[in-house]
């Protein structure tokens, strides 16, 4: 999703306002940009986001379907904290290749290539980024990331967004604890696919619930499934569905 709305947070509170509300920590951005989500008090997503420091506050960038929710819930969380939050008139840039002078690498991980802000609009962008995120199991709000979703479940420690030495955070109490549960029974998978399926089907095996497909390209899918029954051939309508094994 290419359409984001850039925000800029400033204020003496702001690392300590994000640093008490984020799953990530704040301070690793004195060592580049990082991606991290807001939780509801249950430990369930909200919206998800990366930030970069920047001279006088940080930015942030988030899907633009999101965006008024998410400064919503910042401002119920601000309280009398010294932080501003405002919109900014950039936009984000992405590419492969050589990350350029004013941009970034996703930190999520490199092969999404790289990020960048700037004050006019992209206009030669033909990456087929939805490939790419089947490729490498990264999630998207909206679609794999719902109000239901659990971070963990989908990825995100693999996707350095979610740090567990930072100490407290919205919802980090239901996540501390699936951490150290000995293996997670659900979560995001890269699957192969025999036919198309719509976003949303579901899967079964032998006939009980299993999952459910996401974005799909080519014969590779992302689903969330129960990984229980997920060790054989399942079904999405007329599509057979089988789990990578290294997914």
């Keep these: 999703m290419t359409d984001r709305r850039i925000l800029k947070l400033t204020g003496a509170d702001t690392s ?16 580049g940009p990082i991606y991290a989500a807001i939780l509801t008090p249950q430990g369930k997503f909200m919206v998800d986001f990366f930030l970069k420091a ?7 960038d988030v899907a633009e379907p999101f965006a008024d929710g998410l ?23 992405r590419g492969l290749g050589d990350v350029p002078e004013d941009g970034y690498s996703d930190p999520r991980s490199p092969e999404m290539g790289w990020r960048a802000y700037r004050d006019v609009p992209q206009s030669d962008d033909t990456t087929d980024w939805d490939a ?27 996707l350095n967004g979610v740090d567990f030495r930072k100490g407290c955070y919205v919802g980090q109490e239901v996540t501390a604890r699936m951490k150290h549960k000995t293996e997670l029974r659900k979560g995001l998978a890269q699957v192969t696919i025999s036919a198309p399926a719509s976003v949303g089907a579901e899967i079964t095996a032998d006939g009980k619930p299993a999952g459910t497909v996401f974005t799909q390209s080519g014969s590779r899918a992302l689903a969330y499934l129960r990984f229980d029954r997920a060790k054989q051939a399942m079904q999405s309508g007329e599509a057979t569905v089988i789990i990578h094994s290294d997914g």
Excluded at 16 to 31: A, E, H, P
Excluded at 75 to 89: F, G, P, S
Excluded at 133 to 143: F, L
């Design 16 to 31: 300590d306002f994000l640093q008490g509300l984020i799953t990530n920590d704040v301070r690793k951005l004195d060592q």
């Design 54 to 60: 920047v001279g006088d506050g940080v930015l942030l």
């Design 132 to 158: 790419l995120r089947v490729a490498h199991a990264i999630p998207e709000n909206g679609i794999e990331l719902t109000p239901d979703s659990f971070i963990l479940e989908m990825g995100f420690e693999r």
């Design 71 to 93: 400064v919503q819930r910042l401002n119920m969380y601000r309280l009398r904290a010294d932080v501003q939050i405002e919109a900014t008139a950039l936009y984000l840039h």
